[in-house]
């Protein structure tokens, strides 16, 4: 079963995309998941600030920008991973870096 990782952080303390790839914690983590075989796929999105938050309404679109709500830790990126069970995956969320940096959420994904 497919499982999304949705990694909140705190987007004041943001690391580079180089930084991160070559933290060694993220690195062993990313070792680690390939060589189960969970590694499915995933990607960083750029900081909240950058995007827009878009409502469609009552026949009207109301778009403002930024994320959705104003917090301090904000969706920061995902990871799609293939487990055997939600216990396999929580197990690998738990051994990511930004597991102690922020929060990762993890979803089962709808598949068909």
Do not use: K, N
């Not at 469609?56 to 104003?70: K, M, N, S, V, Y």
């Not at 969320?93 to 709808?110: D, K, S, T, Y």
């Amino acid at each position: 079963m497919e499982y999304a990782l949705v990694i909140f952080h705190d987007e004041a303390g943001e690391l580079s995309p180089a930084e991160i790839d070559e933290h060694p914690r993220h690195r062993a983590w990313l070792d680690e998941v390939r060589r189960r075989g969970a590694f499915a796929g995933g990607q960083r999105l750029r900081p909240g600030r950058a995007g827009r938050t878009v409502r469609a309404r009552a026949g009207g679109t109301l778009i403002t920008d930024g994320p959705f709500i104003e917090t301090r830790e904000q969706v920061g990126g995902f990871v799609l991973l293939r487990c055997a069970d939600l216990d396999e995956a929580t197990e690998l969320a738990a051994l990511h870096p930004f597991a102690e940096l922020g929060a990762i959420e993890v979803r089962p994904v709808w598949t068909r």
